[in-house]
């Protein structure tokens, strides 16, 4: 990662998820995960920062890339549930025709998953001119890859940190 200040920032952030997530505990009691939303705030903040959006652009991008989101969400709550079917169909020995009919359902949350991406995407064209757009692609896949490696970089401390 090129900026040491974002880099430090993003495992600021992450490191309490990974600590949440190894505790196990669920969230708050409207089941919502803090530091998600810090990273989604993160990203959504950096994003109209680079885009170099208006106040009023900058208001109707998140409200559009906030529906988005939610949409988003709910397409993978679902995608994780036609997983969790299939990993029972495993445990149970299933036949292979309740295997296909598990790979339709996989399929068919994933194509509306792509769907989704392609009409936000799309959409963004009566907000964001050409240029910001392809910007906002080249964010997501930087932003994305610096997630991952902050991620990395917390197991490898916390190993460190374990075997001391």
Do not use: W
């Amino acid at each position: 990662m090129k900026n040491p200040p974002l880099r430090r920032l993003a495992c600021l952030l992450l490191l309490p998820s990974i600590l949440f997530a190894q505790s196990g505990r669920q969230g708050d009691a409207q089941g919502t995960d803090r530091p998600y939303e810090r990273i989604e705030s993160l990203r959504k903040v950096r994003l109209v920062e680079i885009l170099e959006l208006k106040e009023d652009q900058s208001v109707r991008f998140l409200a559009r890339m906030n529906e988005h989101d939610n949409n988003r969400r709910t397409m993978m709550k679902e995608r994780g549930e036609a997983l969790d079917r299939l990993e029972r169909l495993i445990r149970n020995k299933a036949d292979d025709s309740e295997y296909e009919k598990a790979f339709a359902d996989v399929g068919a949350v994933d194509d509306r998953l792509t769907t989704e991406r392609r009409s936000f995407f799309t959409g963004l064209s009566d907000i964001l001119t050409p240029t910001q757009r392809a910007k906002m692609l080249i964010f997501e896949r930087r932003f994305e890859k610096e997630l991952r490696e902050a991620m990395r970089e917390a197991q490898r401390r916390r190993k460190e940190q374990e075997s001391q």
